[in-house]
């Protein structure tokens, strides 16, 4: 039987992410997908692989909402958009309710964001200049040193060393694992002090608060990046069930909260980049 389900349409540059909540903002359907060069196309596949898991199809679609670089290119489902940082605050609020500090790690850039107890944005920081820290920066390490992002995860929890970077930047990086495996270093120690530099240049954008929530494709993907930065501020560190879809759900829930047939202009939140 039909249900009303509410969407939510996460397209970002490197992976569109799309939910499906019903109407007490349970996820009943999920999808990811590289989003390529076709955002609509990418974002229509992954829309209906998630109405098909949660036993819904379009017509049972209330509203929809979207979110992050491609936003703008699903008009063919939702006429509404919010911002990325609104979405991954309202997703991460919604699991964990009161203070929190949200550290997103994405392909393209970081973003430390502080909510209060009533889940509203007290500070926000975001690194996009460069690709220190994000995935593009595990990626191109993947590259130079011809594993998987999985294998790299799976080394770092072998290390039983740690080597570390001296540089930030990629480039500089690359040339340093280039000369680290000349040197005869281990593969395991260099990954666990690549993944350290991911950890160490987002903990320098801002400082933390006590409850600290963990989002991305790199925090799913890479686990141990979760449990290397819980050692490094010294307390646990919370995960939703699917920290990629952090905005996603955000997004869905945004379309929940929606009135019939009313429309509300987006207010696009400040960014501040360093």
Known sequence: MSQPVYVGLDL???????VVIDQ?????????????????????????????????????????VSTGYGRATVSFVTDRSKSEIGCIAKG?????????????IGAQDNKII???????????KM???????TGSFLEEMSYRLDITLEEMNDLAGQSENIIKLGSYCTVFSATEVLENIRHGKKIADIVKGIFYSVIKR??????????????????AHNRFIVTMTEEMIERPVLLPEYPQLAGAIGAALYAAEQ?????TPENEDSETEI
């Not at 970002?12 to 992410?17: F, I, L, V």
């Not at 009943?28 to 596949?45: E, L, M």
């Not at 009135?259 to 429309?263: D, I, V, W």
């Open 12 to 18: 970002g540059a490197s992976r569109t992410k799309v």
């Open 127 to 133: 690194n996009r200049k460069c690709a220190a820290g």
């Open 202 to 219: 987002v903990l320098e954008m801002d400082s933390l608060t006590e409850r600290v929530v963990m989002t991305g494709g790199v925090v």
């Open 92 to 104: 991460c609020h919604h699991y964990f309710p009161g203070s929190i500090t949200i550290i997103d």
């Open 24 to 64: 007490k903002g349970n996820l009943i359907g999920h999808a990811v997908k590289k989003s390529g060069t076709d955002f609509p196309a990418t974002a229509a596949f992954c829309l209906d692989a998630s109405l098909e898991m949660a036993g819904a199809t379009r017509d049972d679609i209330v509203a929809a």
């Open 114 to 124: 502080k909510l209060n107890s009533s889940g509203g944005r007290s500070s926000f």
């Open 259 to 263: 009135k019939e047939n009313t429309e």
